[in-house]
């Protein structure tokens, strides 16, 4: 699990890192996850790139690592996301934002022994979020994503409400 999101991380900061413009963010933050009625809190990790000055383009990556003490580490029912967000400041430090992307959440193992491997949901994420600029290096936030994921011919659906605070670099 450790190695996944290791390279999770390393190829988020590889896509932000290759746009040229704009400046580049880590975020960390408290997220509440709801599955067909079953909620779960934990952290979220957001690494990405914003540019742009009317319309505020951001691109970037989020996990979110559910579960209470350790539960979180076997890798069950953890979240995340690969998204595009188009914001626009409403008022003077303050952005609000889409965003679209591709969510996916970790199911743990499927199978027993040699055969067993890891298994994954994928599918639509989006939402909204509202962004208030402390300064040019900090930022506070609250969002709110819908994953619609599917795996193995079960759909289903998770709303993740989220409150951060991002480091801009």
Do not use: R
């Not at 939402?127 to 936030?141: I, K, M, N, P, R």
Request: charged share 15%; proline share 1%; hydrophobic share 40%.
């Amino acid at each position: 699990m450790k190695t996944k999101i290791v390279s999770l991380v390393a190829a988020s900061m590889l896509l932000a890192g290759s746009l040229n413009a704009g400046e580049k963010f880590i975020s960390v933050g408290y997220a509440s996850a709801d599955t067909n009625g079953v909620t779960s809190t934990g952290v979220s990790l957001d690494l990405g790139a914003k540019f742009g000055e009317t319309f505020k383009h951001t691109i970037g990556t989020k996990f979110i690592f559910l579960g209470e003490n350790d539960d979180w580490t076997d890798g069950q029912g953890n979240l995340g996301d690969i998204y595009y967000s188009l914001g626009y400041e409403v008022l003077p430090s303050t952005i609000v934002a889409g965003k679209v992307g591709m969510g996916y959440q970790s199911l743990g193992s499927v199978g027993t022994g040699k055969n067993s491997t890891a298994a994954y949901s994928i599918g639509l994420s989006y939402g909204a979020s509202l962004t208030y600029e402390l300064s040019d290096s900090f930022d506070v936030g609250a969002s709110y994503t819908k994953n619609d994921l599917s795996f193995d011919s079960v759909d289903y659906s998770v709303d993740v409400i989220e409150a951060h605070l991002a480091f801009k670099f």
